[in-house]
């Protein structure tokens, strides 16, 4: 039963680029949620996606938009990167929609911006 | 705001000693989860508590969750060095989840 997969592991960019994070996630869970952890941090609600559609969001700039396929994989995609971008990008999936469903997180994607 | 608070930050104790750490909710919670993140991993979920009051034994991990459900608390009886981490709890707030900023469990050989 494979679990949360999330590519690339590590990425580097330069201020005002674009980037796609991909996720797929745990076997039978239809919903993917995204994170931010700064060094240090707890992880930060980016949002959440269900039945191919955005269904919740944290408080991040329109610069972080995603999108979530029929088999239920997602896209992170950050545009105009800022050096304040970096951080561990988490993904997490779960069965349903309810956010009190326990959360299963991928390995992440270590993102730095120069 | 929404807010989930832990304390301590940090902790640093000698292997074989108890460690706690606690965590408060500005507003009521329908449940409260903790997990666990290893140094260079991702964090992994260790349980959920529901009811007021209730408490959960995982091993040497005691779970509590508050009588008015706007605390909680873990506590691990005994450390081991496989204990080291930092320990979030994190809270349902409207459709959001939220975290705390974790307590990082540092163990003295």
């Known amino acids: 039963d494979a679990g949360v997969t999330q590519s690339p592991t590590h990425l580097i960019k330069t201020r005002g680029q674009q980037v796609t994070l991909r996720c797929s996630p745990k076997s039978g869970h239809d919903t993917v949620s995204w994170y931010q952890q700064a060094l240090g941090q707890g992880p930060q609600f980016i949002f959440q996606y269900y039945e191919e559609e955005e269904r919740q969001r944290g408080n991040f700039p329109d610069r972080f938009s995603g999108h979530q396929f029929p088999n239920y994989s997602s896209e992170l995609n950050v545009n105009a990167l800022l050096l304040g971008d970096s951080a561990l990008y988490l993904c997490?999936?779960?069965?349903?929609?309810?956010?009190?469903?326990?959360?299963?997180f991928g390995p992440g994607t270590r993102l730095t911006v120069l | 705001g929404q807010q989930v608070m832990q304390i301590p930050q940090y902790q640093h104790v000698q292997e074989g000693e108890d460690f706690t750490t606690y965590c408060n909710s500005s507003?009521?919670?329908?449940?409260i989860q903790w997990y666990k993140q290893r140094p260079g991993g991702h964090p992994v979920f260790l349980i959920q508590?529901?009811?007021?009051?209730e408490v959960k034994k995982q091993k040497r991990l005691t779970f509590q969750f508050g009588e008015a459900k706007k605390n909680s608390s873990l506590h691990i009886t005994a450390t081991q060095t496989t204990d080291v981490g930092t320990y979030f709890c994190?809270?349902?707030?409207?459709?959001?989840?939220?975290f705390g900023k974790g307590t990082r469990l540092h163990i003295l050989p």
């Open positions: 507003t009521t919670l329908s449940n």
């Open positions: 997490a999936s779960s069965p349903r929609t309810s956010m009190t469903d326990t959360q299963y």
């Open positions: 994190a809270g349902p707030y409207g459709d959001k989840i939220i």
């Open positions: 508590l529901v009811k007021s009051g």
